[in-house]
């Protein structure tokens, strides 16, 4: 069992590891154009974590694993993006883009109402097994992706360092998007929990 403190803890823990393990993903990603390998990666490793995390109890186990949870589900959605933006701007369609997260939120939606109506009222135990093998669905599916494009200038991180010296504002800008992204994280972690105080039906929580 976890306790009320604690749970707080291990909830906030997973914005704020997003936060910092992500650039590195992301430099890791664009020094050897490896985005489509790396969104595979973290999804298999996703599904991994997910049927540990249903074996292990207490507090300091069960933040261990959401540091690696983390650390593993950091990467997926903007590498995802990524793909997408590279194949879009290959074709010369970007303004497909718009469609195409439009029916990502869809499908989004679509599959936390199904969860929620199918697990979260009488079989809660079995959403980690779920998300695990949706994920290894998706790590199949993720390495027919398109690669993304290989051209362009290779990755330095001291060009990157130059550019937030020379644009600073791009700094300030980056520093807000990831506070922000923190916080609305966090925001939606503690809702669920909320609700089920509430004495939410499944459906309506997911």
Request: with cysteine; glycine share 14%.
């Amino acid at each position: 069992g976890v306790q009320g403190v604690q749970l707080g803890i291990v909830m906030g823990t997973l914005p704020l590891a997003r936060l910092v393990v992500q650039p590195l993903w992301g430099m890791l990603g664009d020094a050897y154009k490896i985005h489509r390998t790396i969104l595979a990666l973290s999804l298999l490793g996703l599904a991994g974590v997910a049927v540990l995390l249903a074996q292990v109890s207490g507090f300091w186990p069960v933040l261990l694993v959401i540091l690696l949870f983390a650390v593993m589900d950091a990467p997926y959605i903007p590498f995802g993006t990524t793909l997408a933006l590279d194949y879009l701007e290959q074709h010369a369609s970007p303004e497909d883009f718009g469609p195409l997260r439009l029916w990502g939120s869809v499908g989004y939606i679509a599959s936390a109402m199904g969860i929620g109506v199918l697990l979260l009222e009488n079989s809660l135990e079995l959403l980690p097994y779920v998300f695990a093998a949706v994920m290894a669905f998706s790590a199949v599916l993720s390495l027919f992706l398109p690669a993304s494009g290989g051209g362009g200038r290779p990755f330095r991180l001291r060009d990157s360092l130059t550019l937030l010296s020379v644009w600073p504002d791009f700094g300030w800008f980056l520093l807000g998007i990831g506070l922000c992204g923190a916080t609305m994280a966090i925001g939606s972690q503690y809702l669920s929990v909320y609700l089920e105080q509430l004495g939410a039906a499944g459906w309506m929580i997911g």
